[in-house]
Structure formats: C-alpha cells, structure tokens
C-alpha cells in the first residue's frame, strides 16, 4: 500500500477550497507554504552516558490571524511534511473556531517510551533551548500532542523563562493547573467533539441517546470524548489502542475502570471490566470479544471515531466503514480518496479542523487567563468552549446546507473566508 503523504493531502485540501471560492492569489500562495520551518538537531545524553541525536520540527504555517499556535508530538513517524500538514490544519482549525491564533506545529522523531524519565526532561528542555529564540507569547505557543502532556509543557516553560529571564507563563499552554494551566484544558478536546456532534445531530433531527460508538485511539482526546458522549447517551460499544481493541455490542459501562486496566497492563484489548476485576475472565459473561486494531474502523455502529493518527481511514477501508456519521478526533484521519468513497456512501464526516477544535479554544483561554493573571471557574471555562463549538458547528452545517457541500469542504470555506476578511 503507497503511504499518503500527510502534507501533500493538506494542499489537496486547499487547492479544492480555493477552487470553490475567488480566493485572493497573495493569500493562496501564502497558504500554500508555511511561512517559516525549523529543523533542529538535539544531541543529549543518555542515562548510560552515551550521547544521542534527536531531530526536532517546528514548523510556524501562518499568522495572518494571531501568534503560531500548536502542539509538539513525540512519536516515531514525526517529520517535516507531517508537522506542516498539521500547521497547515491548525491555520484552518484557529479560523473555524473563530480564535486569534494562527497555525503551527511541531514535535521530535522519538519513541518516548523507550526514554526514561530523566532522558525525556532532558531532551524536552534541549527541544525547548532550540525553541527559545522563534516562540513565545506573542509569536508561537506550543502545547500537548500525542505523547506530550502537561509535564512536558512545563519543562518547556520553565526552560524558556531560564533563557529569556522572564515571566512567561503563556509561552505554551495545557500546562499543569496549578502552573498556570487552565481548569478543563485536558478534556477540551473531547468535550468540543461531543458537542460539535450534538450540534450536528441537532441539524440532522437525530438524538444522540442509543447511538452506538467505536472509538480508535483511546488516549487523552478518545478517552474523555467516550466519557462525554456517554453522558450524552451514546452506548460505547469498541474501543482501541496501537495494541489492539475490545468490542461489547452491549456497551462498556465502566470507562474509569477500563483507564485502570489499561494504565497498569499497558493495553485496552483484555479490559473486560466487572467491578474491580477487569480480565478476559469476564469477557464471555459480557459478551465481548478482543479485536485487532483495524477491525475498530469497520464495525457495525452509528458513529465512528479515529482518535489517534492520520490516514487511519484510506481507499482501502472507507467502503467497509459501517457508521453513518463519522467524528473526526484525530487531525487527519481520513485520506481525500477514502473520503470521496464515504462522501459517495452518504456517510456524514464531521471534520478534523471542526471536531477537535475544542482543545485549541481552551488553549486559547488559557493563555487569556495568563495574559491577564485571572484564572477561570471550570464552569467558565466550559460555558466558553460550548458557545465557540456551537457557533463554529452552525457556521459550518449552515454553508455546508447553502452550497450543498460536504461539511469538510464548508469547513475549509469557512476557515478561508474568515483568513481573507482578516488579511485584507
Ligand atoms: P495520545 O498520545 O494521548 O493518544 C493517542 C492514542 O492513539 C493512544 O491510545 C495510542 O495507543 C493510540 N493509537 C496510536 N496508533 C493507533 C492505531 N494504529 N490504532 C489504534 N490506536 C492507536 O494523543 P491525543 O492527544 O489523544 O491525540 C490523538 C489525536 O488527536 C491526534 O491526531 C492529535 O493530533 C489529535 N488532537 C489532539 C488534541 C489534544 O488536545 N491532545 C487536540 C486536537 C487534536
């Protein structure tokens, strides 16, 4: 199977806008390339005292409409085309979600799980040294990706302050809470998702109660969105990681003690929770079964959500895919040709750049909160995201209705209308 070039769908992406509007040609061409990308080597050393190199990405995409904003990765599969693609989206995303952040990215090819504790600080900070000159508050805010969290974020803190001697705790954001972190940051993302599809839902005259969910990818964003759309009534019926996935056509009932399980066993295949015991002792009394991790994209539900990496859904899955909606969690999840495939099957793709903008909205407030040293109640925090995510959903399904286009293609209308009107 040829592998997709992230960055390359990216600009298929724009070209097709474009296409569909008189997009100005100075705008386009900025669009087109991101205005500046770093590539920086970050030697350190190991905990055996041998040194080794590491290569880091920031890539700033555009900030016609505010700072570069977006988060570093740490996973294996980090490049440059991949951290421009997902600049690129957060351009589109910041726009949608009507917040003044332009698009940036970035991260470092590792497995951070081969680090120990003390390698990862140290090469977080030797990153975060590289980074000092091109980011901060007014000009770039990084934040939390895949394998990158609140720690993370404020060793990246920390180390800015060192180099510049300042104060700076809006420099990233998604840091810990009591470091200067927003209430409500980490499950932002899922949140924004649940109520990006209650919105949808609502366009739709269908009600979220009984609607069957798999999700693939059960980490920071996959697994608040199930506790979300549980609470809404959605029955989670699958659930994956890299290692592979469960399936209870029933319902998983207990998502607290299925993060147990996983947390201490390392993977979500084997979780079959009945009070506190969670093995494959329960697996038949529940009815479940243990799947490998593709099979989370094909079962039969209503609502399939890719939570974890690009290009999950390709040419050759998207005519298995039985879910009538399709919640976009992950930032690329679905390769142009497979979503011609599901646009062709009526399936109804609620897209990456809308479903999970909720996070960056809470980036967005929490550097708000910084900037004017006033912390916000939870209940604040997420009165805000639900106004910015309805509004964000209308705007699309409302163009996506007008020009009888797909809500992919309104979204990108939507991000590129707004970025015209602001570079005028
Ligand atoms: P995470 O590292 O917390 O979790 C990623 C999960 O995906 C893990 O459970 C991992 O095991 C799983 N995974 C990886 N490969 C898989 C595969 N082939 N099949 C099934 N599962 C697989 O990362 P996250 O922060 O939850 O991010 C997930 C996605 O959401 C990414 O695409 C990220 O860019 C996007 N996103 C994250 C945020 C955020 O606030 N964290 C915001 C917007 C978008």
Redo the contacts with the bound molecule.
Sequence with gaps: MKSVNPWEEARMRLESAAKQMDLNALLHARLAEPDRVIEMSLPITMDDGRVKTFHGFRVQHNNILGPYKG?L?YHPRVDMDEAKA?AFWMTMKCAIVDIPFGGGKGGISVNPKELSEAELERLTREFARKLAPVIGPDKDVP?????TNAKIMDWIRDEYETVTHTTAPAVVT?KPVERGGSLGRTE??GAGGAIALQSILKTLGRDPKGMTVAI???????SHLARFLQKMGCVIVAL????G?LYIPRGIADLDAIERCKEQSGRIAGCYCVGSVCDLSNMESLGGKDIQ?ED?LTLPVDILVP????N?ITKENASKIQASIVLE???G?TTSEADEILAEKGTIVIPDVLA?SG??AVSYFEWVQNRRDEPWTEETVFKALEEKMQLAASKVAEVAQARKCTLREAAYLVALEKLSISSR
């Design positions: 988060g990765r997902l934040a939390p990706d895949v394998n998604g932002a993302t693939q990818g059960f980490g920071n964003v996959g994956s990681d890299s290692k996935g991790p989370v939570a974890a990496l690009e999950a969690m992950a930032n999840p999970n996070g960056v």
